[in-house]
Antibody, heavy 117, light 110 residues
Framework: QVQLVESGGGVVQPGRSLRLSCAASGFTFSSYGMHWVRQAPGKGLEWVAVIWYDGSNKYYADSVKGRFTISRDNSKNTLYLQMNSLRAEDTAVYYC??????????WGQGTMVTVSS | QSALTQPASVSGSPGQSITISCTGTSSDVGGYNYVSWYQQHPGKAPKLMIYEVSNRPSGVPDRFSGSKSGNTASLTISGLQAEDEADYYCSSYTSSSSWVFGGGTKLTVL
């Protein structure tokens, strides 16, 4: 079945870096755009970034632009999010999601990132 | 990238209908038929309920419907059931090639 599994979350100090991964299975990964969406504790959803199916285009939320980088390896069916210069306000559950049309069709279970000294 | 505006909470009794509104601008909701709705139960990942304003993915009950007028989209749930109690989020594609979510609406089934 279609599945997305995030990993790489944890506790990190402000200013440090972290890389999240999202392993995809059950569908043709290389045919779909992929997103990262985050949710701070007790808060709503916030779109973070998108990468086109072939990696040719990437777009970011203003809140992470210049600090986060989305990438993918279609040979490994894996999506990544490199997060640099982390701030306390980046603390959240990070979800990867498969994009169809302009919607988030399938979601992973999420991985928690805590930025704290 | 301002968040779309949703009511913080709505409630209804089993069997009744409720509507959740989602207001944006001409740069997002009003400019594209790319509004989607998500259901999120506590501690769970969001689930797509409506895409492209009014389309239901396979497996979503037809009690869920969506519409749009101008800069405001709406999600209607008819024949409310206890399991519908959850948080609901709208989302829209934007003119900046980005996406924006609403603040979320907590649905309580009385």
């Amino acid at each position: 079945q279609v599945q997305l599994v995030e990993s790489g979350g944890g506790v990190v100090q402000p200013g440090r870096s972290l890389r999240l991964s999202c392993a995809a299975s059950g569908f043709t990964f290389s045919s779909y755009g992929m997103h990262w969406v985050r949710q701070a504790p007790g808060k709503g959803l916030e779109w973070v970034a998108v990468i086109w199916y072939d990696g040719s285009n990437k777009y970011y939320a203003d809140s992470v632009k210049g600090r986060f980088t989305i990438s993918r390896d279609n040979s490994k069916n894996t999506l990544y999010l490199q997060m640099n210069s982390l701030r306390a306000e980046d603390t959240a559950v990070y979800y990867c999601a498969m994009g169809t049309g302009r919607a988030f069709d399938i979601w992973g279970q999420g991985t928690m990132v805590t930025v704290s000294s | 990238q301002s968040a779309l505006t949703q009511p913080a909470s709505v409630s209804g009794s089993p069997g009744q209908s409720i509507t959740i509104s989602c207001t944006g601008t001409s740069s997002d909701v009003g400019g594209y038929n790319y509004v989607s709705w998500y259901q999120q139960h506590p501690g769970k990942a969001p689930k797509l309920m409506i895409y492209e304003v009014s389309n239901r993915p396979s497996g979503v009950p037809d009690r869920f419907s969506g519409s749009k007028s101008g800069n405001t989209a709406s999600l209607t749930i008819s024949g409310l059931q206890a399991e519908d109690e959850a948080d609901y989020y709208c989302s829209s594609y934007t003119s900046s090639s980005s996406w924006v979510f609403g603040g979320g609406t907590k649905l309580t089934v009385l």
